[in-house]
Each structure stands twice: as C-alpha cells, then as structure tokens.
C-alpha cells in the first residue's frame, strides 16, 4: 500500500521560511517517480506549487519561482520543498503528489500571518 505523509506545516511570519517534507512508503523505483506539491488556499482550487521528475526536471508555478525549492532524496524516498520569503498569500494547505501513482498525502497546513 502506497502511502504519503507529509510534515513541517505551521504558523510563520511573512518573510520566513519552512520545509515541508513527503516521506513515501509502499513505492518501488521512487526515484523514476514525478512527485509534486501542490497547494489549496480556502475557497480555491488546488494547484501545482512544484514538482520534480525522476530525471531531476523541475517545474515551479509562476508564483512560486525564486522562492521555492523542490528537492528529492531517494535513498530516504523523501522530496522536500524549502520554501522561503513567505508571503499571506502562501496560507494553504500543502499536499504531497505521487504524480506516477496518483497518490495523495493527508496535507499539511502552512499559515503565514504576523
């Protein structure tokens, strides 16, 4: 059974920083795997924030570029998204994406107000 649980969310000031992490369980080849995070603010659809295919391409939504890093460890089956100068408008919740699998993590709230 393939699951994803990700971690780190929070409450932050504007202009901090948080890494979430996805820890994968149940996957075999993780690293062939395209994973994602995406996000859903209240009200919202969910979108894509970040994703990372298993050749190391990465792809950052418009909104999220200079700011946000997507990164991978595959010997731990761990992607990371480092996420830097947090703004009000990054309050959402964060999910995990097996993007080969069509996976989902349970989410992690992240809330950025001073």
């Known amino acids: 059974q393939v699951q994803l649980v990700e971690s780190g969310g929070g409450l932050v000031q504007p202009g901090g920083s948080l890494r979430l992490s996805c820890v994968a369980s149940g996957v075999g080849f993780f690293n062939i795997h395209a994973m994602g995070w995406y996000r859903q603010a209240p009200g919202k659809q969910r979108e894509l924030v970040a994703r990372?295919?298993?050749?190391?391409?990465?792809n950052y939504a418009d909104s999220v570029k200079g700011r946000f890093t997507i990164s991978r460890d595959n010997a731990k089956r761990t992607v990371y998204l480092q996420m830097n100068s947090l703004m009000p408008e990054d309050t959402a919740t964060y999910y995990c994406n097996d993007q080969t699998l069509g996976v989902w993590g349970q989410g992690t709230l992240i809330t950025v107000s001073s």
């Open positions: 990372i295919i298993g050749d190391g391409r990465l």
